[in-house]
Every structure is written in structure tokens, then in C-alpha cells.
């Protein structure tokens, strides 16, 4: 089949491996973090706030992420981001285990995770066109999106069954584990791929050093603003995360548990149907080996996850909630895998950690407000209102896209 056969691969296969292992863990990890904030705080502003904390390092240091993932091996980058990142949930396991948890210690758990997605997000991009041989781009990017999504139906399943047995814990413990899983199999791809592990030559002095790496921001930032649908998309999706995102992290439990009077299995299912819908999208997707009018099915796309998070705010029934939850997934889909199959081949590869960073940067940076002004707008108006602002004004913004030659002529 197309769509596995990235698989084949062995290199791919490893990683791909390793990183569904620690995508199941961080599925496990945000339900019982998102629980465990709630029923400690019972308020969605600390909630934006644990969100704001681990996204503002993030956001500060992508930059100096994307010039690290161009000039060191981008396998040793992930591997030692792999086991900082478990260190962290570990900590935060032992101290929920003891009773010690605070909000205070997830908010520095928040910062430490933002630092480490500073570098492993560019890095995470921009290895996989360096490992897998470019015909298999579209299946390699149709089975990380895949790994992506069953993580989240799995996980939200089994976090919301541990938490009721184990408690947060638990959950906790095994996101640990799954991060060093990750880091396990990413040495047997340096071992067989030595050409993976050098290193570029080393620079004279500081000096040099930070000449060369404010050199290497300007040509990623020349190439993002000589491409109108690059830039055009960044800046766009800056707001659409807020509109769309921001009210999918912050307000959705507050909606489940105080609107539809549910628990947290309610909050896992309308989880695992949003990765569902993720799910069929890849799969639709991995099938073709040339995506075509790229630029208006991803807009459409957009305009589509505007009306499933618009439904959120308009409805208390349920079925009508699991469907909108599934077209935001298959929507997101769609869009993500035509954003990353048009980065990875219509940007120099010695460009894309740094285009990577920037497009990750420019696309989030307003998401600490977002979810700052998600959680007072949740406290202040309800969750429900939260959504069908932010669904209207996605819908806006994904016309406002649509309207520009550069967005519509992308093929």
C-alpha cells in the first residue's frame, strides 16, 4: 500500500517508532494534566496560564532552535531532547505520587517543556526529509500525521481509565517512560547512518559564532518572505491557533465538566473523535504521491475546522459535538499534511530547520495570549460563547486567505 510505504524504510521505521511511543505518552499526559488542573484550581485561567508557560520559552527560543538544527546532527538534537523531556514528567510523577504536586511545579514543568519543543520541533521536521528518500515524503508525512492522531484516540482512552484506577500519577509516569523509549531508538539510526552524526566545522570564536548564526536567521528569513503562500500562511495562522486552538486547549474541559455536566471520559472521547478524523484525513492524504491545488484545500480545509469549533458553542448534543469533533480533526489533517509536504519540498533542504522555526514561531507567537485570554473569557462568559467567537473568526480568517492569487495559484 502507498501509504506504508515509508515503512520499508528502515531508518523512518525507527523513528517513526520511537516518536508513536512518545505521542501515546504525551496523549496520556495532557488528559491528566488538563484533569488535574481542573479539579485542583477548578479555574481556566490557571489553566491559559500552565499553557502560557510552556509556550512563551518555546516561542522565545525556536529561533535559536532552528539555527541549532541547521548546524549540529538533528538525531543527537531530538535524542537529548527525548530524555530531558522525560526527566521533567518523571519529576512531576514522583511529586503527584507523594501528594507534593503544585500548580507552581507544573508551571515550571511548563517552562522546562517549552525550552526542549524549541528544538525539538524544528529538528522533528526537518530530519525527516534526511532520512527518508523523497518518494516516500507523502507517506512519511501521512504516517507521522497518523502516529500523531491514533496517539490521541488511544491515549485520551487510556488516560481517562488510568486516572480513574492509578490516578494523574500514573499517567504521568508512563509519559516518562515513553520519552525514553523515543530516545531508545534514535542511537540504531546514527549507528547504521554515520553521514547523520557530523558535525559542521568548528567556528573560531564567539564572535564568529554568533555572525554565523544571525547569518544563518537572515537567509531562513529571506526565503520565508520571498514566498508570498509562506508568509502569507504564517501570519495568518498566527491568529487562526488563537481563534481555533487556544478555545480546543483551555475551554473544552471547562465546557464538558460545567456545561454537559460530564467527567473526564467525555473530555477523552470528544479527544479521541477530533484524532479520528485526523486519522481518515491522513489515510486520504497518504494515498497520492502528488498533492494538487494545494493552497485552496488547505484554506478550505481551515475554513472547515472555523465551522466544527463554532458547533462547540452552539449545541449541548452530544452526537452533534462528537461530529464536529471529527470534521476538526479531518480538517486540521488535511491542512497540516499539505503545510508540511509544501515545506519539505518546495524549501532548500539546508534551509528547512530555519524556515521550520520561523514558520513554528511566527504561527504561535500570539498563542500565549490566546490561551491567556481563552481562560478569563471561559471564567468570564462561559466556554460556550469562547467557542463561537473563536469558530466565526477562523471562518474570517481562512476567507480573508483564500482571497489572495499566491493562496489560490498554489498547486
Known sequence: MNLFRSLTHKPFALLWSGQTASRIGNSLYRIALAWWVLEKTGSATAMGTVLIFSSVPMLIFLLVGGVVTDRFPRLKVMWLSDVLSGVVVALVALLAASGLL???????ASILFGLVSAFFTPAATAVIPEITPVEMLTSANSLNSLSRQLASIIGPAIGATIIALGGTSLAFGLDALSFFISAACIPPILRSHPELNKMPARVESVRNALREGFTDLREGWQAVTASAW????ILIFAFVNVTSGSPMAVSLPFLVKEDLHADVGLLGLITSISALGYVVGALWLGYYRRLRRRGPLAYLATLMIGVAVATFGLTTVI???LAAAFLEGLAMSVFS?????????????KLLGRVAAIDSLGSFVLLPIGYGLAGWATDLIGAPLVFLIGGLATILLALLGLSHPAIRGLD
Open 337 to 349: 499534511l499539505i503545510w508540511d509536504n509544501s515545506l519539505q519540498t518546495l524549501v532548500p533542504r
Open 319 to 321: 452526537s452533534l459535538m
Open 102 to 108: 503544585e500548580v507552581w511545579h507544573v508551571y515550571i
Open 230 to 233: 509562506l508568509w502569507i500562511t
